[in-house]
């Protein structure tokens, strides 16, 4: 059984950092390109980022580049999402989700998706 | 980017009737889309991808079409566990963009 679970959410000044991770189990963890996902309280889903299967290229949204960095570590089948400088903005839900292949953009199509961990950022 | 939209915001119908709902890509995305249904207090659930084909496990009742920039997405009969929101998305290119979503409610 494909499952996702993320941890390292909680409530961040604004201009704090925080990491999120997601643990991912049932499948061939390094075949596969993953994501971060969010959905501010009340507000329809917003794609973050995504990194391929092999970790070597990786993708932002707009609104949070140069400030969020996605990593994962295929030995330890987590993917990460290092944030930076949030803004009260950033104040999601952060969803892992798995894409279908390993490294183009018609791979991410979300087929498992984590419960999310939430993220405040409020002064 | 592409812009995805959707209609209508929302809608309330009853049990048993036939619910459509469209989407609409700011440009040609062949049939890179998908179809996920978001109940309150819960992840996303993919329902149709490549436009049209159906999840395993997912009721017949739910179906999904078209190409290009045009799409629908169609509960045959309606049913009280498929309130819930229900989004579109594109995966042509980066960035994989959603659709606002479709609140769908029994009247």
């Known amino acids: 059984e494909v499952q996702l679970l993320e941890s390292g959410g909680g409530l961040v000044q604004p201009g704090g950092s925080l990491r999120l991770s ?6 061939t963890f390094t075949n596969y390109a993953v994501s971060w996902v969010r959905q501010a309280p009340g507000k329809g889903l917003e794609w973050v980022s995504a990194i391929t299967s092999s970790g070597i290229s990786r993708y932002y949204a707009d609104s949070v580049k140069g400030r969020f960095t996605i990593s994962r570590d295929n030995s330890k089948y987590t993917l990460y999402l290092q944030m930076s400088s949030l803004r009260a903005e ?3 839900l952060y969803y892992c989700a798995k894409g279908i292949c390993g490294s183009s953009a ?8 984590g419960q999310g961990t939430p993220v405040t950022v409020s002064s | 980017d592409i812009q995805m939209t959707q209609s209508p915001f929302s809608l309330s119908a009853s049990v048993g009737d036939r619910v459509t709902i469209s989407c609409q890509a700011s440009q040609d995305i062949s049939n890179y889309l998908n179809w996920y249904q978001q109940k309150p207090g819960k992840a996303p659930k993919r329902l149709i991808y490549d436009a049209s084909n159906l999840e395993t496990g997912v009721p017949s009742r739910f179906s999904g079409s ?3 920039t045009d799409f629908t997405f169609t509960i045959t009969s309606l049913q009280p566990d498929d309130i819930a929101t229900y989004y579109c998305q594109h995966y042509d290119n980066l960035p994989p963009t959603f659709g606002p979503g479709t609140k769908v409610d029994i009247k």
């Open chain 1, 106 to 113: 018609s791979c991410l199509s979300f087929d498992y998706w």
């Open chain 2, 66 to 68: 078209g190409s290009g």
């Open chain 1, 90 to 92: 950033d104040t999601a």
């Open chain 1, 22 to 27: 997601c643990a991912a189990s049932g499948f």
